[in-house]
Every structure is written in C-alpha cells, then in structure tokens.
C-alpha cells in the first residue's frame, strides 16, 4: 500500500501550486492536494484534513496549509509520520499584520479580487518570475477564481490561529523546512528560527525561488522532499 501524501494549500491557493509535486510523487505516492475554500477556522482545516488521513501520512503543508499541517499534528500525532513546511511561520498576530491584512481586505472590497495579482500574487514570487507568464498565468487563474468572502475566510483563519511556538519543541518526527531565498513574506531567517525549535528537523532554502517555491522551482522542490522522503 502506497504512503499517503497530503499536500495542504495556502491562501487563495488549491492545487494548481501543487502540480509540479502531485505529478512527480504519484506513481509511489497516494497524493492528495487539498485547498481550503471555504474555510475560515485553522482548526477546522486540520480536522477536515484528519477525518481522510490513514496513520502514516506525511504532511506537507505551504504558507497557511504549513500552520494548519501543524494544527492536524495537534489533533492526531499518532497519524503523522513525518511534516514539511514550506515558506511559512509560528510568530503569533501582531498590530502590524492586522492593519496590513485589514488594508487587504478593504481594498478588495472596493476594487475586486483583481487587485490582489498586482498587490498580493506578484510581490510573492522572485524577482525573475513576476514576468514570466508561465508562471504568473496559472497563478493569477487560481487567485481569480477565488471570491472576496473567500479571502475574507482565510484572513480571519490566519487572524485567529492558535499559538503554536510551544508546540515545535514537542515534536520528535522527522520535520523538513523548505523556503525560497526571495521569499520577502516568510524569510529564510524565520525558518532557521524555527529549525533551533524542532528536535528533529532540517532546512533547505530554494534558490532562484519567492514564497510560492512549490510552483516557481517545482524540479528543486521535488528533489528536495524526494530525498528527505527517502530518508524518512
């Protein structure tokens, strides 16, 4: 029976970040790529992510999916064998994050979800990416063809999540860290935080990539979870 992989999506994402993976780890791999839509509860992602897992799953999780992959190790460690967190962070809601957010939110309330690609998609790639459609096109798809309400949900999941820095230290499975060099949201430095943290973890940093390092160097990503794969 093959090892079941479930891939766990940020905001405003679904698996169109994760193709790239769900194409390469298939053939050894039962994969599941899961977008959360509709959802505005960490909580409630991880245990809608729980109630389909076996035990032995390895968890992979991408921005917001890293914080709820976190939040499925809360509610049932004896189902995880091991987690990947890619481009993402523990800090807990600062007054900054909230007005930031807020502005988010009131400018797609007056101007659509379009703004978001120019506001919000395109600041998260690399440099060299923002101008490659290969890239931007499918990117910019899948934002557009999420709603203002659906943003909003993930807003206040994000606004609302649990502490987690505590949880990190009690955690014994193998745990792999993944960020782009040019991720300007979650940065390189915030991972080597969180590595002193985990008792068993190690951390790659994928050059050439921003925060949507799954899909902006999906071949580097891939060679990266394939070798930490093996290992674990």
């Known amino acids: 029976m093959k090892t079941s992989l479930f891939l766990l999506s940020g905001v405003l994402c679904d698996e169109t970040v994760w193709q790239a993976q769900t194409t390469y780890f298939s053939s050894h791999y039962d994969v ?18 729980v109630n389909r897992m076996p035990a032995g799953s390895v968890v992979v999780g991408h921005s917001m999916g890293a914080r709820v992959a ?14 990947a967190l890619w481009d993402t962070g523990v800090h807990g809601v600062s007054s900054t994050e909230i007005q930031k957010r807020q502005a988010m939110l009131d400018l797609v309330e007056k101007e659509g979800m379009t703004c978001l690609v120019k506001q919000w998609l395109l600041p998260m790639l690399a ?25 909003g949900g993930f807003i ?11 949880l990190l230290p009690t ?8 960020v782009g060099a040019e991720d300007q949201w979650s940065p390189p430095t915030q991972h080597e935080a969180m590595l002193v943290q ?35």
Do not use: C
């Open 32 to 49: 599941h790529a899961i977008g959360f839509r509709g959802f505005d509860n960490l909580v409630q992602m991880a245990q809608a992510v």
């Open 70 to 83: 976190l939040e499925v190790y809360r509610l049932a460690p004896e189902k995880v064998r091991a987690l």
């Open 127 to 151: 440099t060299a990416h923002r101008s490659q459609p290969h890239l931007v096109e499918p990117l910019t798809r899948m934002v557009l063809g999420m709603t203002p309400a659906e943003h």
């Open 156 to 166: 206040r999941a994000l606004l609302h999540r649990p502490e987690v820095e505590s």
């Open 171 to 178: 955690i014994t499975i193998p745990v792999l860290l993944g």
């Open 198 to 232: 985990l008792p068993n973890a190690m951390l790659h940093i994928i050059q050439g990539s921003g925060h949507m390092a799954p899909f902006e160097n999906g071949e580097s990503v891939n060679q990266v979870l394939a070798q930490w794969l093996t290992a674990v």
